[in-house]
């Protein structure tokens, strides 16, 4: 049997390095084709010479020649805008998007034309243009699966239970609630962002951490959770589960409750993502002496505010999460480059979405006008701060 030609976007990135962990056990499974990296020449480099891919791409045009000179031979080298272009371009049996940001949609949006399954491991291109995206890949017959945890998760329930339709009263997804949860508020504005990223749970990337602690994150899985299953918004619950190790849960009307269990890492969604709908061993969850600590409560909107206007936002239906996830993109970096306080990032987002002028998006162009626009008023607001 072939094996599946698979491209890896964001190889050098923490999905990435765990998709490849996976695909080098299952090499009579996979053949890599192409692996795409932002700037870490080194370590891309060296997932060539493992992988031996037919193409390479680095984003970042600037670091093309150090590559070329680690790369003699056996791969052809793209770079920048034109070449992640023309990389989204390659035929391929499985794509692994795991660009982080809204950098993600433009090759997705590209590549959904080119791959029969897509794992998406990017949640702001589906917050800012899932319509333009599954009506994509409607059009082309690609398939679409999320490799977000939670959003796997309730891929995984749904897949397993066969719900019917009206079976479910309400999905839920769990939040760890970061690493500032026993912070108290007024102790925010000093804490620093070696402490934020400073996961208990979870080893992710930093935006997403620091995502985790305002629990931005989890407004946007649940329009990720809306999106993929056209679940109503009414029926989507968020829970506190410090543990980590629920990630969704499903109640039926007959009131008992599905939960999908695995430990707070990416190599189940992924796996699920990559053999599906086949599983693989991927060792026990636990000893069976140890014991299971799932406990959960109700989650504090006044503890977690910014949860709140994104989740207002989302019921909105118009260009309100363009902007709220570039402007988070946006004071999430200030502040990993120590130019703000860890409290401006709320304060942002909350004077942008007092001030946006409310837009529907009519076309794909419309989603990077906004996304722009955004960009450009949350940096007057924070540079003003």
């Known amino acids: 049997m072939a094996r599946k030609k698979i491209l890896i976007f964001g190889s050098t990135g923490s999905v990435g390095k765990n998709a490849l962990r996976l695909i080098k056990e299952k090499r009579d499974v996979f053949e890599v084709i192409g692996l795409c990296g932002n700037r870490n020449v080194n370590f891309l480099a060296s997932q060539v010479k493992e992988f031996r891919p037919k193409y390479v791409c680095l984003r970042d045009e600037a670091l093309a020649d150090r590559l070329r000179k680690k790369i003699k031979r056996g791969s052809k080298i793209l770079a920048g805008d034109k070449g992640l272009d023309e ?13 982080s940001g809204i950098d993600c949609l433009r090759p997705l949006l590209t590549n959904i034309a080119h791959s029969r399954r897509i794992a998406l491991a990017n949640k702001e291109a589906v917050v800012a243009a899932a319509k333009f995206i599954f009506r994509k890949a409607k059009k082309y017959k690609t398939e679409i699966i999320p490799v977000d945890s939670e959003i796997n998760a309730i891929f995984q329930l749904f897949n397993s239970a066969n719900f019917k339709n009206g079976d479910i009263e309400k999905v839920y997804l769990t939040a760890s609630g970061g690493s500032l949860f026993s912070c108290r508020r007024e102790a925010l504005g000093g804490v ?38 056209n679940i109503e918004y009414k029926k989507i619950g968020i829970l506190l589960h410090r ?28 796996a699920y993502s990559l053999f599906y709908p086949e599983r693989i061993s991927l060792g026990s969850l636990k000893d069976k002496k140890e014991t299971f600590d799932f406990s959960y409560s109700p989650i504090s909107y006044r503890k977690f505010p910014l949860l709140e206007i994104i989740l207002e936002a989302a019921k909105r239906k118009d260009n309100s999460l363009v902007i709220l996830n570039a402007a988070d993109e946006v004071a999430v970096d200030y502040f990993l480059s120590g130019k703000i306080k860890f409290t401006y990032i709320e304060k942002a987002l909350k004077k942008i979405f007092k001030v946006y002028r409310p837009s529907e998006l009519k076309n794909i162009k419309d989603v990077y006008y906004w996304d722009n626009w955004a960009r450009i008023e949350t940096k007057k607001i924070l540079e003003k701060k």
């Open 87 to 99: 990389f989204s371009r390659l035929d391929s049996d499985i794509s692994l998007m795991a660009i």
């Open 243 to 270: 543990q980590s190790l629920i990630h969704a849960m499903v109640k039926t009307k007959d009131q008992a409750c599905f939960s999908c269990i695995y430990p707070p890492d990416m190599k189940k969604p992924l």
């Open 192 to 229: 620093t962002a070696a402490q934020v990223l400073n996961h208990p749970t979870w080893d992710m990337g930093k935006r997403i951490t620091v995502d985790s602690a305002t629990l931005v994150n989890k407004g946007f899985e649940a329009v990720e959770a809306h999106e993929y299953f």
